[in-house]
């Protein structure tokens, strides 16, 4: 069945240093969704990828989506406390659901 | 959570015992979903309602049922509660289908921690 990796599990930086997740899926993609989850928290969605090699940026983090719609990433330059929590890529799996990566944990050392 | 409401918030049941979780929305979104999450396992769907009088399945639908008992409301029901269930449970809502191409994330309630003992 339809898979959605994401890579690392975890990732522990200093602050001030940057951070990259990257999702993969076994197929390929309508568009792609990021959320995060702060610890303790509810998914909250960041943004939704739709088209080939699409770049957004918002403030600190890139989102980019792969020319062939299988992957994606999240990058996060000069990390700050605040972005401790775990980042979901989630990709559609059928007409109305979602398929949830299994998350990168992020913990920002002060 | 603005928008989506779930009760209770933290529940304790003993194996074998009964209890529904009640979602509520006021986005007047159509589709309503029910996940699990558990440490390490990211978010599973349990079931869905794309709109209102229609329910599926999702990943992890065995031990639960649900009911979209209208636009608004969607609980999930655990009619003998195993200790396997012990979980967060999350509501979440979105406006349709997957292929919109605007706006269509998830909108998430606070959740309930539920522990089966």
């Known amino acids: 069945g339809q898979q959605v990796m994401q890579i690392p599990q975890y990732q522990h930086v200093q602050e001030g240093e940057d951070f990259t997740t990257y999702c993969n899926s076994s197929?390929?993609?309508?568009?792609i969704q990021w959320y995060k989850q702060r610890p303790g928290g509810h998914p909250v969605f960041l943004i939704q990828?739709?088209?080939?090699?699409e770049v957004k940026k918002q403030k600190r983090l890139t989102f980019q989506f792969g020319e062939a719609k299988k992957n994606s990433s999240l990058h996060i330059t000069a990390t700050q406390t605040t972005d401790v929590g775990t980042y979901f890529c989630?990709?559609?799996?059928?007409?109305?659901?979602?398929?949830f990566g299994t998350g990168t944990r992020l913990k920002v050392l002060a | 959570n603005a928008g989506v409401t779930q009760t209770p918030k933290f529940q304790v049941l003993k194996t074998g015992q009964s209890m529904t979780l009640q979602c509520a929305q006021d986005?007047?979104?159509?589709?309503m979903y029910w996940y699990r999450q558990d440490p390490g396992m990211g978010l599973r769907l349990i079931y869905y309602?794309?709109?209102?009088?229609?329910?599926d399945k999702g990943e992890v639908p065995n031990g639960y049922n649900v009911s979209r008992l209208n636009k608004r409301e969607f609980s999930l029901r655990l009619e003998s509660a195993a200790p396997s269930q012990t979980s967060v449970y999350f509501c979440?809502?979105?406006?349709?289908?997957?292929?919109?191409?605007?706006?269509?994330?998830?909108?998430f309630g606070s959740g309930t921690r539920l522990t089966v003992v």
């Open positions: 309602s794309a709109s209102e009088g229609t329910t």
């Open positions: 986005m007047n979104h159509n589709s």
């Open positions: 979440a809502i979105t406006k349709g289908p997957t292929g919109l191409r605007l706006y269509n994330g998830y909108t």
């Open positions: 197929t390929t993609l309508s568009n």
């Open positions: 989630a990709g559609p799996s059928g007409t109305y659901k979602y398929i």
């Open positions: 990828l739709v088209k080939s090699g």
